[in-house]
């Protein structure tokens, strides 16, 4: 068909996980504030109001910041190892489930290795 796998395959999947994971991040942490909230509130003696603003004041720009850089890299990592996997399939069924075990044990390190690159990289800026 003459069409390059790059444009039409690549750079979507890219660009839709470079903007989709700081998307879930965001969402990620909203659900957690809001149930540590519901804890708070039904077995701390928290009022609502009180715990908002406590989590608001231990909140610093720099670490949402942080999480959200970590989350695009995160993105690019795994849509990579997937895309150069997808590309190196060999032909069949049994080949195509071995690449996808592959591309998820190998995104899996990756991504402990860009957390633990990114998480030293901002402590060493944080606190330089």
């Known amino acids: 068909m003459a069409i390059n796998p790059v444009h039409f395959l690549i750079a979507p999947k890219f660009l839709a996980m ?4 700081p998307c879930l991040t965001i969402w990620a942490n909203t659900m957690g504030i809001l149930g540590g909230a519901l ?5 701390a003696d928290f009022t609502l ?5 406590a989590s ?5 720009l720099r670490d949402i910041f942080s999480g959200l850089v ?3 890299m995160f993105g690019v990592t795994i849509t990579a190892v997937g895309c150069l996997e997808g590309l190196t399939t060999g032909g069949g069924a049994e080949q195509v ?4 075990t592959r591309a998820v044990v190998i995104s899996i390190f990756m991504v402990v290795a860009v957390d633990l690159i990114f998480t030293a990289l901002f402590f060493y800026l944080g606190n330089g």
């Open 49 to 53: 109001q009180r715990y908002l603003q």
């Open 39 to 43: 804890f708070g509130v039904a077995q």
């Open 97 to 100: 489930g071995r690449s996808t």
């Open 56 to 60: 608001i004041e231990s909140l610093f």
């Open 70 to 72: 970590k989350s695009v």
């Open 18 to 21: 470079m903007v989709m994971l």
